[in-house]
């Protein structure tokens, strides 16, 4: 069974720093390009990042040079280092991965961690 479990989220000052990991597992798994996306109260889930296999990065304009997504191919974990957060970036950030497992492949979601950005 794939699973994506996300961790790092918690409460943080305005200006301050959190690093969210999220690790993909199952069996004979192939791993694509993972993702980060958020949902706000009351608001959509919108994209927050993504990375291929390559490294290629891609950002959302309002998080562009103050995160940075990573990843680990040998842990199948894949980070969002969030510097200089700001309230309007308290969300539940999701992770998200395609994945091939027993030769289907699909957009695989983890369970979801809160970020609060508060003083």
């Known amino acids: 069974q794939v699973q994506l479990v996300e961790s790092g989220g918690g409460l943080v000052q305005p200006g301050g720093s959190l690093r969210l990991s999220c690790e993909a597992s199952g069996s004979d798994i192939s791993i694509g390009t993972m993702g980060w996306y958020r949902q706000a109260p009351g608001k959509e889930r919108e994209l927050v990042g993504t990375i291929t296999t390559g490294r290629a990065t891609n950002y959302a304009g309002s998080v562009q040079g103050r995160f940075t997504i990573s990843r680990d191919h040998a842990k199948n974990t894949v980070y969002l280092q969030m510097n200089s957060l700001k309230p309007e970036d308290t969300a539940v950030y999701y992770c998200?991965?395609?994945?091939?497992?027993?030769?289907?492949?699909?957009?695989?979601w983890g369970q979801g961690t809160q970020v609060t950005v508060s003083s």
């Open positions: 998200s991965a395609f994945i091939v497992a027993r030769g289907s492949g699909r957009s695989y």
